[in-house]
Every structure is written in C-alpha cells, then in structure tokens.
C-alpha cells in the first residue's frame, strides 16, 4: 500500500507539474511562494496568525497569481490537450474552484468588519491590531478548511487514496517546489518565459 500511494503522489506531482507549470514566471511565483510557505510552516509553532497571514498574504497570493494571470491557456502542445480538458481532469482545485475559495478568502475581512463577533465566535475586535489578527485566525480555518473539504470531497468522487494522497502532495508542495523551480528566477531573467525542459521530459516518460 505505501509504494502504491507514494507512486500515485509522483504521479499526481508529475501531473500538475507538467500540466500546469509551463510559464517560467509562473514556476519562478512557486519558488517564492515555496519559500515563503516554509516560514509559515515554522511560524505555525511559534504564532499561527503570523502564519496564517503569511500564508495567505504572501504564499497563497504568489502562487495563484501565477496559475491565473502567467500560465498559458492555449491548446497544449506538449501534453496534447486543451486548457478545458485539463481543468476537468484535475484533481484538486482547478481555475473555477480556486476562483471560490479566493472569493471566501477575499470576502472573510468584511463579513468580520459587519459583524465584529462573526456570528458569535470571537469577542468584538476593539482596534486594527485585533482585527488583522482575528482576520489571520478566519484565513487559517478557511485554509485548513479548503484542503480538507476537497479531501473529503475526493473520497467520494474518486477514493479514498486519492484524496489523501492529494492531501499530502498540498502539504508538501513547498518542498517539491523548491526542488523544481529554483533555478526558473535565474532562467527568466534570461529571457526564457516557457520551460523548453517540459517537453523533452513528457516525451520521455
């Protein structure tokens, strides 16, 4: 059972990587994000709302940023598929779901400004230091939140091993990603804006 998850964790890791990491800014978004991510892990022990907000406000804004605005979305001639196929094909969250989990995250703030208590869970917040940090706590839950609705989410519409290898591959993305993209900086100051390495490595796997 454990070759068998941790060759689907490859597999899945494979996938994202090859499918959805073309732009080199996109990768070079993923190193800081991957960065930035490992502080928060850290931070996780020492102050969970410093990592929350890091997180969130860094990690999460760094990575998206790339999927949404860098990554091409044209038909893929390296995997021979288009960008719908893709988005229907992909395990955890593709475009339109992580159009609504940044909209929740988005619009947390201001369901917490309307209503200091949000529905009762915190004390009424009393100055801009209590606020960002009750801000910071909504942001961890709605993370937490967001991996373990679309593990769960998994179990049904695939299995339970999918979601939970799934699951492990988001917590351990910043390692991988590391690994992978430390070198895109360096590359895309060289002018290289799509990974030339993509295509030779799907013809050979």
Do not use: C
Not at 138 to 166: C, N, S
Not at 172 to 200: H, N, Q, V
């Amino acid at each position: 059972m454990i070759k068998n998850f941790l060759q689907e964790l490859r597999t899945q890791r494979w996938d994202d990587h090859r499918y959805y990491h073309h732009s080199r800014i996109n990768q070079s978004l993923h190193f800081v994000s991957a960065a930035s991510f490992l502080f928060a892990y850290a931070m996780l022990f020492f102050d969970p709302v410093v990592s929350a907000l890091v997180g969130w406000l860094v990690s999460m804004t760094t990575r998206q940023a790339g999927h949404f605005f860098f990554e091409p979305r044209g038909y893929d001639h390296v995997n021979q598929a288009t960008h719908e196929h893709k988005e229907e094909i992909k395990v955890g969250y593709n475009l339109q779901r992580k159009v609504v989990l940044m909209a929740i995250w988005a619009l947390s703030p201001l369901v917490l400004y309307l209503d200091p208590t949000l529905f009762g869970l915190f004390t009424p917040w009393t100055s801009s230091a209590d606020f960002m940090r009750q801000v910071a706590k909504v942001w961890l839950a709605v993370g937490i939140g967001g991996l373990l609705f679309r593990t769960v989410h998994l179990f049904f519409i695939r299995d339970v091993e999918t979601g939970l290898v799934w699951m492990t591959k988001i917590l351990t993305d910043p390692f991988s990603d590391l690994k992978l993209y430390y070198k895109a900086p360096l590359a895309l100051m060289k002018g290289e804006l799509i990974d030339p390495g993509l295509e030779k490595h799907v013809k050979h796997a």
